[in-house]
C-alpha cells in the first residue's frame, strides 16, 4: 500500500493509517503498528526508486545512449576508446597507466606463445620433420640459441602471472579462471587477455598503485616493467630470428594480424620508461566479458557538456543472449563487422566462418522487433588487415581490390537491412578501421554523430 494524500479533497477515501478498530488489543494493536511500519517502509523505497528513476531520465536528456554490437574482435571496444579519444581525450590519456599494464601483457603472452611452439615447448609445432630446421646461419634450434632464449626469457612466465593478478581481482584464483575462461586455446594465435567487470579494473589498478606508492611494499608491477626492460633486447631478437619467422610463415600463422601484437615494437614497449600512446592503447587488446556500461562526458573548455552513454557488449557466441535487455534503451546501434575475417573462424565455434555469423547477427538485429525504430549505424572495420591480406592474395576468388569487396559487402548488408527490418529505419555505412586515431573525426562528417 502506497503512503499518499487523496487526489481531491472531495473523494471519499479511507483514512491512512487507519483508525484503530474498537475493542482492539494489545497484541492486534502491536501487529496493526508493524504493519504499518512495514508499510510505509515499502513506500519509501518504492517513492526513492521513483525519484532515481526521474533522475537518470532527466541525466539522459543530454545524453546519446549508443549499443556497441558485433562478434568478439570486430572492433567495439577500440571504437569505444576512440570515441573517448575524440571526445574526453583527458579521461582518455588519463587512463594511459592501466593500459600500459594490458599491452605489457599483450607483448609478453605473444612471447610465451612463441616459446611454447618452439621444440620442447607444451605445443611444440615449428620445425616439425616437414618443415627445413633453420633458415639462419646462426640456427636457433641446432645451434644452442633456443637454450639461451628459453633461459634468459623464462622470467616472462613470472612477468605474465603478475599482469594477470593485478588487471584481475583480488583473488589469484578468479584470476586465473578470467583469462581464458570464453575462449579454447588453439595452436594459431596467442591467448586472450579478459577481465571481467567493466572499467573497474582500471580503478582497481590505480587504487593498488597509489596504496604502494606510500610505501607499504615496493610494487610487483614495477618489478614486472624491471623484469620487461632486462628482457627487451632477447625479446627482440627472438622475434626477428629467421628461423621463427619462417616457422611461423610456414605454419601460416601472422601474429602480425592479431589483436594486441605489439612484437615489432618490443624494444619501445618494454623499455623502463615506456609512456603508452594513443595509438598503443587503441591497439591493446582486452575480450570484453558480459555488458559494460561507459559514459563519456564530452570535454568542451574544460566543462562536461553533452553525455554519451556506450554500452559495451562481449561478442562471443556465449555472451550474446546478454545483449537483449538493452534493445530498447539506446538512440542508435553501431554494428562492426570485420572485413578482414573472411577467410577466418570463429574461435568459439571452429565450424563457423566469421564472415557468415556477422551476416547471421546482422539479420537477427534487423529483424528484432524491439530495434524496429532504431538507427543503425554499420562500420565495415578492419580495412587496413583487408588490405593486407588481398595484397598477400588471400581472396582467391574474385578481383584482390579492397573497395571491390567493401562494395560487395555494403550492397549486401544494406539489402539484408531492407528486407529484414519491419519498416524503413535509418541506416549509414563506413568503411573503417577503428584502431585509426581520426575514425570518429570521420565519421563526425556525416552530420548524424
Ligand atoms: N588492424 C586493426 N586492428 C583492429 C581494428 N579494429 C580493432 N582492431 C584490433 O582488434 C582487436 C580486437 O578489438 P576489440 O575492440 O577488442 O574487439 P571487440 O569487438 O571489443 O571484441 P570482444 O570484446 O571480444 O567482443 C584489438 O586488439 C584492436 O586493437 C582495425 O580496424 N584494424
Ligand atoms: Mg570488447
Known sequence: ?????????????????????????????????????????????IDREIELERVE????????????????????????????????????????????????????????????????????????ASHPRHFSDKPLVDGGYLRHFRMRLSPLRQVELILVQRLSADDPSRAAANVEEAIPWYYGRASEVSIRGGSGWKALLRRKRNATQVGARPDDLDKARQILHACRQ????????????????????VLRDQS?????????????????????????????????????????????????????????????ASWVPFFDDVDAILFLCPMSAFNEVL????????????????????????????????LLNKSDILQSKLEAGSYKDGPNDPDHVSEYLKRKFVAMCKHNSARERQLHVHVTCATDAIVVNNLRSSDYI
Open 1 to 45: 500500500m502506497r503512503w499518499s494524500k487523496p487526489a481531491t479533497p472531495t473523494t471519499p477515501v479511507t483514512p491512512w493509517p487507519p483508525h484503530p478498530p474498537p475493542g482492539e488489543t494489545e497484541l492486534e494493536r502491536a501487529v496493526r503498528l508493524e504493519e504499518e511500519k512495514e508499510a510505509r517502509r515499502k513506500s519509501d523505497v
Open 57 to 128: 531520465q532527466r541525466k539522459h536528456k543530454n545524453c546519446t545512449r549508443v549499443l556497441l554490437l558485433g562478434q568478439a574482435e570486430s572492433g567495439k571496444s577500440t571504437m569505444l576508446k576512440n570515441f573517448q579519444l575524440y571526445f574526453a581525450p583527458g579521461a582518455f590519456h588519463a587512463e594511459a597507466d592501466a593500459w600500459r599494464a594490458v599491452i605489457h601483457l599483450n607483448l609478453v603472452r605473444s612471447v610465451n606463445f612463441i616459446l611454447d611452439l618452439l621444440p620442447g615447448g607444451p605445443s611444440s609445432l615449428l620445425f616439425e
Open 234 to 253: 632477447d625479446i627482440a631478437e627472438l622475434w626477428e630470428h629467421a628461423d621463427v619467422q619462417r616457422g611461423l610463415e610456414a605454419e601460416d600463422v
Open 260 to 320: 594486441g601484437f605489439f612484437l615489432d615494437e618490443a624494444l619501445r614497449v618494454a623499455s623502463a620508461d615506456y609512456e603508452p600512446t594513443p595509438q598503443d592503447i587503441l591497439r591493446a587488446r582486452l575480450q570484453t566479458i558480459g555488458v559494460e556500461q561507459h559514459t563519456i562526458s564530452v570535454e568542451r573548455f574544460g566543462q562536461p557538456s553533452h553525455r554519451w552513454l556506450f554500452y559495451d557488449v562481449g561478442g562471443a557466441k556465449g555472451q550474446r
Open 347 to 378: 574461435l568459439e565455434d571452429r565450424r563457423m566462418n566469421r564472415l557468415l555469423d556477422s551476416f547471421n547477427l546482422w539479420k537477427t538485429i534487423c529483424m528484432s522487433r524491439l530495434l524496429k525504430g532504431t538507427t543503425f549505424i554499420l
